[in-house]
């Protein structure tokens, strides 16, 4: 049944068999147009990931000397990490600040970004040309404990260790582990606070590991804040992400979704869409301290001065006053058009970093240019991260509550809780 809740705990190693077997029958309808157009991509896309592991990392990315980084890391490492800003923002809010306007949805979030990093990060495999040395920093094979990606890789795992802990009691009710999840429960505060503490820093690392290459980015874009502009950037483009996800997930999986949760949406998009407003605000002035400070001004009269301009106009500022006016008026399909124009302006931003305002002066015949073997895996990356986040929503509470034993078992736990504190 589409609405089933968890069943009863698995008590021995056939139960745990047969309930994983039966989970794994598909859900939904199957020819669907995403499904239609996704399909075909992902499995070309798993073929051309074992041919590159294989036979190498040359045999499927475009020749470009002089370009180190290309689209899986400017798409896929950077921009997913800045989209999977929402789930550190939102779980900061509901758990420090104790906010519950936004509890309905801190489950979609945390899990969504769990598989961003799981997925996004990920594709830094992809990108080693000795993938199999990716271990590295972990075993401790020539420790670079003075290099920002090593602080990025540690950063990684752990923040993914966290999240996956956060989501962990989601897992414990579907299989029905009613000791297990209120274990899992009682890590939740301190993996939030871990987990907000290593995003702080790794957002801001990814920003740290371009600024090394001065000489070859465009000065409207080189500052040495960058590593501020990609955490506060993050802010809003995390948010943003929670905001479309939201829009296409209450449609996909509405099914599941209770009468307070639909009450309540709209007001928590409102929320989101006024922190926007602010963090993009603060985001902008950082800009234009930028720019005053490094006298760059006069190259916005050039062709790059204008792809700059579109960025922090077109795809900031304008998202911004929409996420305004929609606060403002209530509007809803306002806000929505925000988050798409503010997400677009996280992609253009991160990839100017890496290849398109890198390097500007390099001519076009011999800029870095994707081949479509890179677009085509970098796809398989996204698609694969919306399977198995659909997957996951179909069999455990996310949107929907959680089984009636879960929601007893909070209620003791806080019960508790309350009579310690008095």
């Known amino acids: 049944m589409r609405g089933k809740q968890a069943s009863p705990e698995k008590r021995t190693l056939k139960d745990f068999i047969t309930f994983i077997i039966a989970e794994l029958k598909p859900r939904g309808k199957i020819f669907t147009p995403f499904n239609i157009i996704s399909a075909p991509i992902l499995a070309l896309g798993i073929i051309l990931i074992i041919y590159r592991l294989i036979y190498g990392l040359g045999t499927v990315v475009a020749e470009a000397p002089g370009f180190p980084w290309g689209i899986w890391i400017g798409f896929n490492v950077m921009v997913g990490v800045a989209f999977a800003g929402g789930a550190y923002v939102l779980t900061f809010?509901?758990?420090?600040?104790?906010?519950?306007?936004?509890?309905?949805?801190?489950?979609?979030?945390?899990?969504?970004?769990?598989?961003?990093?799981?997925?996004?990060a990920g594709a830094i495999l992809l990108d080693l040309g000795r993938w199999w040395n990716i271990v590295n920093p972990l075993i401790g094979n020539k420790f670079g404990v003075n290099s920002v990606l090593f602080l990025v890789a540690w950063h990684f795992l752990?923040?993914?260790?966290?999240?996956?802990?956060?989501?962990?009691?989601?897992?414990?009710?579907?299989?029905?582990?009613?000791?297990?999840?209120?274990?899992?429960?009682?890590?939740?505060?301190?993996?939030?606070?871990?987990?907000?503490?290593?995003?702080?820093?790794?957002?801001?690392?990814?920003?740290?590991?371009?600024?090394?290459?001065?000489?070859?980015?465009?000065?409207?874009?080189?500052t040495e804040f960058i590593p501020v502009l990609f955490f506060v950037s993050g802010i809003f483009g995390g948010i943003s992400m929670v905001i479309f996800e939201g829009t296409i997930s209450t449609r996909v999986f509405g099914y599941q979704l209770t009468t307070d949760f639909r009450r309540s949406y709209d007001d928590i998009v409102l929320g989101l869409a006024k922190t926007c407003a602010a963090v993009m605000f603060v985001y902008l002035f950082l800009k234009a301290?930028?720019?005053?400070?490094?006298?760059?001004?006069?190259?916005?009269?050039?062709?790059?001065?204008?792809?700059?301009?579109?960025?922090?106009?077109?795809?900031?500022?304008?998202?911004?006053?929409?996420?305004?006016?929609?606060?403002?008026?209530?509007?809803?399909?306002?806000?929505?058009?925000?988050?798409?124009?503010?997400?677009?302006?996280?992609?253009?931003?991160?990839?100017?970093?890496?290849?398109?305002?890198?390097?500007?002066?390099?001519?076009?015949?011999?800029?870095?240019?994707?081949?479509?073997?890179?677009?085509?895996?970098?796809?398989?990356?996204?698609?694969?991260?919306?399977?198995?986040?659909?997957?996951?929503?179909?069999?455990?509470?996310?949107?929907?509550?959680?089984?009636?034993?879960?929601?007893?078992?909070?209620r003791r736990e806080e019960k508790k809780t309350l009579e310690v504190t008095l």
């Open 93 to 120: 809010v509901v758990y420090i600040l104790r906010s519950e306007k936004y509890h309905p949805i801190i489950r979609a979030t945390i899990l969504n970004g769990f598989l961003a990093y799981v997925f996004y």
């Open 158 to 222: 752990l923040y993914m260790i966290a999240e996956f802990l956060e989501f962990s009691p989601a897992f414990a009710e579907w299989l029905g582990l009613k000791r297990i999840r209120k274990i899992l429960r009682s890590f939740t505060l301190a993996a939030v606070i871990f987990g907000i503490t290593l995003s702080t820093l790794h957002q801001s690392g990814l920003g740290a590991l371009v600024m090394m290459a001065r000489p070859n980015i465009h000065p409207l874009w080189y």
């Open 289 to 410: 301290l930028v720019l005053i400070h490094g006298a760059h001004a006069s190259l916005l009269a050039t062709p790059m001065g204008y792809w700059y301009l579109t960025e922090v106009v077109g795809l900031t500022l304008i998202p911004c006053i929409l996420y305004l006016r929609g606060f403002r008026d209530r509007n809803i399909k306002v806000i929505r058009i925000a988050a798409i124009l503010a997400m677009a302006g996280i992609i253009i931003n991160r990839c100017n970093y890496v290849f398109i305002a890198y390097k500007w002066f390099v001519p076009l015949s011999e800029r870095y240019i994707p081949s479509w073997q890179e677009v085509v895996m970098a796809l398989t990356i996204v698609f694969g991260h919306i399977w198995v986040f659909r997957w996951i929503v179909h069999r455990m509470a996310v949107y929907r509550k959680p089984p009636a034993w879960a929601v007893e078992q909070d």
